[in-house]
């Protein structure tokens, strides 16, 4: 069992209930595709990797304090596509969530990698299931969900192994327009 570090936004839930119902039509389409379920959909701004969760926390605490966030945007799950064996939505979003990702890489000094805004909502094992992922990602390409602003950023916990799970370690809001 290991566990990994990240730091993420979380669609609301009219967002994971309007691409549940998209998903629920088709699934029986795409055999070999292992689906996410809803509450494990996130969108990833740092890979932090193994690490002590209490000092990550108190790091990107500390990072917040000395660099405020930038103001939080509307978001809106849209499109799909595939990285390898992953199945993802896209992620509509403003200049502020590839600041605040990049903000985030800096004060925690993680590899700097491209951001690219998704959310992983299924995988594939296996070269051979490889088409079934693009084409549950061809059958989601319409997907176009409700607007929503994300009210916090949370460090995340994952552990990996037969029964992964996550655990929010701590959250912090993002300011927004209307606070």
Do not use: C
């Not at 995340?156 to 993002?174: C, F, H, M, N």
């Amino acid at each position: 069992m290991d566990v990994r570090l990240f730091a993420a936004v979380w669609p609301d839930q009219a967002a994971r209930e309007a691409l549940a119902a998209q998903l629920d039509g088709i699934r029986e389409d795409a055999p070999g595709v292992h689906w996410q379920p809803p509450h494990r959909w996130h969108i990833t701004l740092a890979f932090l990797g193994p690490g002590d969760p209490d000092r990550t926390a108190a790091r990107i605490s500390a990072a917040g304090r000395r660099h405020p966030s930038p103001l939080a945007g509307p978001l809106q799950l849209s499109g799909s596509g595939t990285f390898g064996p992953i199945v993802w939505v896209g992620v509509e979003h403003g200049p502020w969530l590839p600041e605040l990702a990049a903000q985030l890489q800096r004060a925690m000094h993680t590899p700097d990698r491209r951001f690219r805004a998704h959310v992983t909502v299924g995988r594939v094992r296996g070269p051979a299931a490889l088409p079934n992922a693009r084409a549950a990602a061809a059958l989601m390409g319409g997907h176009s969900g409700p607007t929503w602003i994300p009210s916090e950023l949370t460090l995340v916990a994952s552990t990996t192994g037969p029964k992964p799970e996550y655990r929010i370690v701590d959250q912090w809001p993002l300011p927004t327009s209307s606070a």
